[in-house]
């Protein structure tokens, strides 16, 4: 049996693979994934749920040239990230019956945060 840090690094490998073949940025790492888990308090970001294992959810779908990057990558309940696909956060989110403006303001600071830091080292 896989240790559960052998199947996060395994995930995140292919979440890379998958970024590099549509040749974008890839730089989440697996202490990246744990920041991301621990700011989200281990829960589902979307609809507040404490599951055993969290998927990645892109904020930004891969299939829209979204990054596998700190700040687009948010931990999500399976149920969540299937529902949500390759939907625009902004119109998927607040249709959902479990949506919460607190927990919306929370991911939108925390995707936002490290838009501002990305654009600052670009520039």
Same mark, same amino acid.
């Not at 490998?13 to 281990?42: H, M, Y």
């Not at 829960?43 to 891969?62: M, N, S």
């Not at 390759?86 to 303001?105: A, G, I, T, V």
């Given at each position: ?7 996060i690094l395994?995930?995140?490998? =292919?979440q =890379? =693979?998958k970024? +590099? /073949?549509?040749?974008?940025p890839?730089?989440l ?7 991301v888990?621990s700011e989200f308090?281990? /829960? ?8 055993e294992?969290l998927t990645?959810?892109?904020?930004i779908?891969?299939? /829209?040239y979204?990054?596998y990057v700190?700040?687009?990558?948010l931990?999500?309940?399976p149920?969540?990230n299937?529902s949500? +696909?390759?939907?625009?956060f ?6 959902q019956p479990?949506?919460s403006?607190?927990r919306?303001? /929370?991911?939108?600071k925390f ?5 501002i830091i990305q654009? =600052?080292?670009l520039?």
């Amino acid at each position: 049996r896989q240790t559960e840090g052998a199947k996060i690094l395994k995930r995140i490998s =292919r979440q =890379r =693979r998958k970024a +590099l /073949k549509r040749q974008l940025p890839a730089t989440l790492t697996a202490e990246d994934w744990l920041f991301v888990l621990s700011e989200f308090g281990n /829960k589902c970001c979307y609809c507040g749920e404490e599951v055993e294992v969290l998927t990645q959810d892109h904020f930004i779908p891969v299939t /829209k040239y979204g990054e596998y990057v700190m700040g687009n990558i948010l931990p999500s309940c399976p149920r969540c990230n299937t529902s949500k +696909l390759n939907h625009d956060f902004f119109e998927w989110y607040p249709r959902q019956p479990y949506y919460s403006k607190l927990r919306e303001k /929370k991911i939108l600071k925390f995707v936002n945060q490290f838009q501002i830091i990305q654009q =600052r080292v670009l520039f």
